[in-house]
């Protein structure tokens, strides 16, 4: 009998691993500290005093800026919130484009839609799985107003030549950190990079207040404008004084006081998190090293923080599908504690390329397909290099997160290897 346990042999590890929480009592004393307040927001949408939020918001806000770095922090309800924000911010509207990533979560391409741009996809570099700068420029036209980076998984793009491309064009920047925080390239932190940095604090991520974001710049007017469209603009801008009306319908994309609450806590367990993360995600490279049909990510100057840990597979050296791979490892191991009904966090591929879409594919965000006008490429092929990672490359796991022992991600390469050893009986 095979020793794989895909083929009835004993399975590396049966029993689940730790759920993932990093929640302990210093958040719930910050939590009964907001509750014994009473206050668990103090937003007023009106000009005042309480514009910009209660104690707990500003001091989370200013604590966020001197760990990233950034001279303004702008806090709001999700990423996805402030994703839009950012593009408001920027002066973005009906005929702007704007160029996005096609290998993300959805927001990270519909966020234009909100202001009537439209957007336009890029192909990614093959190695960061970010947007790749000579894909930027093919993408160019006088129409292009921004361009929205998603840092995935953890690791940076090429900021540098993106950056350069921006300035010759005179672009505004926005960083997606949903998945990044604390990683560096070239030894700056992801999110201060560009013009604006957008961060998660959605409940799988690094750090967490359920729902939330934060946002990063260090242009005092757009750190402006953010404010004002995070809380009901169109009611404040006549008494405070601004007559840039641009993009100054506001919305409410508050995050609360107990959300920040919670987030000041969890700001201080960030560092340890992600080096965490590090750490187990190198113990999983070196222990494939030896086995070619496996390629890890090369960093060169930047630092990854491992959301989730990427790998490439190559089916042409092993004689063997990455299908059939994932399904082998994934019979070798056990879900998370809590997470049995999402199986074993081993996964090939992430999200089809998003002009897949309904939406896209039908050219149908508003009423009569405004803001489309039928001339965009969203046909396949049009990122070839994210469609490779979809249907043939690419797979990842989730065992380096901070709530496992070194022993839960030894458990992990163990299921690994075993497959890699024995991957000419998955052939067929």
């Known amino acids: 009998m095979s020793k794989l346990a895909l083929f009835g042999g004993e399975k590396t590890r049966s029993h689940p691993f ?20 009473g206050v668990l927001s103090r937003y007023q949408g009106s000009w005042g005093e309480d514009f910009l939020g209660g104690p707990e918001v500003l001091a989370f806000e200013k604590e966020w800026s001197t760990h990233f770095g950034s001279k303004h922090t702008v806090a709001v309800n999700s ?19 704007v160029i996005v990533t096609p290998y993300s979560i959805c927001v990270s391409a519909t966020a234009p839609l909100v202001w009537n741009a439209t957007p336009v996809f890029a192909d990614i570099d093959p190695n960061t799985l970010g947007l790749s ?20 998984f953890g690791c940076p793009a090429d900021m540098d030549e993106i950056l350069t491309l921006a300035r010759e064009h005179k672009l505004h920047v926005i960083e997606d950190c949903a998945q990044c925080p604390d990683a560096t390239y070239k030894g700056k932190k992801a999110g201060t990079l560009g013009d604006i940095g957008v961060f998660s604090l959605n409940y ?6 359920g729902e939330g974001g934060m946002c990063t710049t260090n242009d005092d007017a757009l750190a402006r404008k953010m404010q004002l469209i995070r809380n009901h603009a169109e009611a404040v801008v006549g008494p405070m004084g601004e007559t840039e009306l641009t993009n100054m319908i506001g919305y409410n994309f508050r995050l609360t006081e107990l959300q920040a609450a919670i987030g000041r806590v969890q700001l201080t367990k960030l560092a340890g998190e992600v080096a965490t993360r590090q750490k187990y995600a190198k113990a999983v490279i070196d222990a494939l090293e030896p086995y070619d049909f496996i390629q890890s990510q090369k960093l060169h100057d930047r630092t990854h923080a491992y959301y989730t840990h990427p790998l490439l597979f190559d ?9 059939r791979f994932v399904e082998a ?9 809590g997470l049995e009904h999402e199986g074993v966090p081993v996964n090939q591929a992430y999200v089809k390329p998003l002009y897949h879409l309904p939406l896209f594919q039908k050219r149908m965000a508003y009423k009569d397909g405004f803001p489309f006008t039928g001339k965009e490429k969203y046909e396949a092929g049009t990122s070839p290099v994210a469609e490779e990672m979809h249907s043939r490359r690419l797979w990842s796991h989730k065992f380096a997160i901070g709530s496992l022992s070194e ?11 075993k497959v890699c050893e024995h991957i000419k009986e998955l052939r067929v």
């Open 18 to 37: 730790p759920a993932y929480n990093t929640m302990g009592e210093a958040e719930t004393e910050a939590v009964l500290r907001v509750m014994k307040s």
């Open 79 to 97: 990423n996805s919130s402030g994703l839009q924000l950012a593009l408001g911010a920027c002066g973005v509207g009906y005929g702007d484009e």
């Open 133 to 152: 700068a000579d894909s930027i420029r093919r993408c160019l036209s006088p129409r292009t107003k921004a361009i929205l980076v998603v840092h995935l």
């Open 204 to 209: 799988h991520k690094h750090i967490h207040t």
């Open 315 to 323: 089916a042409n050296r092993c004689g063997v599908s990455r299908e």
């Open 329 to 337: 490892v994934r019979a070798e191991l056990a879900p998370f504690a």
């Open 407 to 417: 022993d839960d991600v030894q458990d992990a390469i163990r299921g690994f290897r």
